[in-house]
């Protein structure tokens, strides 16, 4: 096996962090599916909030095989780079998804 | 650290611009406070998605118990929650990697005040809707 993925870490560290996102994933598809579910209540403007957060599935989804390999390398070598952008784009869809969801509530 | 290991190859690449400009100074903290904070961060994530679903639920199948302003008012506040939860969790995220990076101590979490207050109040908006019937 390459040194990427493998690691000595007993904590299980990568694997836990990596599961973390895997739940958050699985979170976002939950909750793109109760959006779904009240289409025929607040409307076709609810579609978007489905594609910001299906979309943000997507993301995290194709992203996790890379997000393993950095964290078990960072452990390997005593250090992990901070994934400053993956937290502020989490963080932007959630702020999106709130926005777009007032404006259907409210409108509706 | 076990005898398996393969140690790491080449120089360690230099970190992003942005995780520079936000994250300045300091030494690199141990990569598993790195790691715990950022699962801490996705807990938050998890919670406020739960609210941004709950927000668009509750206007939808509480049509029939309570009028529309009361539905409205629910509705709003907890994706109101929602999304300042979301921003709280990133900035949450920043100033403990910050003070991990400056071994400064790490500061109070704003965001659980935050949550039991509007938690809270939604609550009551609820008990006060449901007495006045």
């Known amino acids: ?73 960072g452990i390997v070598r005593e250090k992990v780079d901070a994934d400053t952008s993956a937290v502020l784009w989490t963080a932007f869809a959630g702020i999106v998804l709130g926005a777009l969801g007032i404006a259907v509530v409210l409108a509706g | 650290m ?32 790195t790691l715990a904070n950022e699962r801490t961060f996705l807990a938050w994530i998890r919670t406020s998605l739960a609210l941004l679903a709950g927000g668009i639920a509750i206007e939808a199948f509480t049509s029939d118990l309570f009028p529309e302003p009361v539905r409205k008012v629910l509705a709003v506040l907890l994706l109101l929650l929602g999304m300042l939860l979301s921003g709280g969790a990133a900035v949450r995220w920043i100033r403990v990697e ?30 006060v809707s449901v007495l006045w019937r």
């Open chain 2, 98 to 127: 910050r003070s991990m990076r400056n071994s400064t101590p790490l500061p109070l979490p704003l965001i659980v005040p935050l949550l039991a207050g509007a938690g809270a109040l939604a609550a009551a908006v609820v008990v």
């Open chain 1, 1 to 73: 096996m390459s040194a990427a993925a493998t690691h000595g870490d007993p904590g299980l560290q990568p694997e836990r962090t990596t599961l973390a996102w895997g739940r958050t994933m699985l979170a976002l598809v939950t909750v793109s599916a109760i959006f779904l579910r009240w289409l025929p209540h607040h409307g076709l403007p609810i579609l978007l909030l489905f594609a910001v957060s299906a979309g943000a599935a997507l993301a995290i989804y194709l992203t996790q095989r890379r997000r393993y390999r950095a964290s078990a390398r």
């Open chain 2, 2 to 33: 076990p005898s398996n290991q393969t140690p790491p190859e080449g120089p360690t690449p230099p970190r992003g611009k942005l995780a520079e400009r936000l994250l300045p100074g300091g030494t690199e903290p141990d990569p598993r406070f």
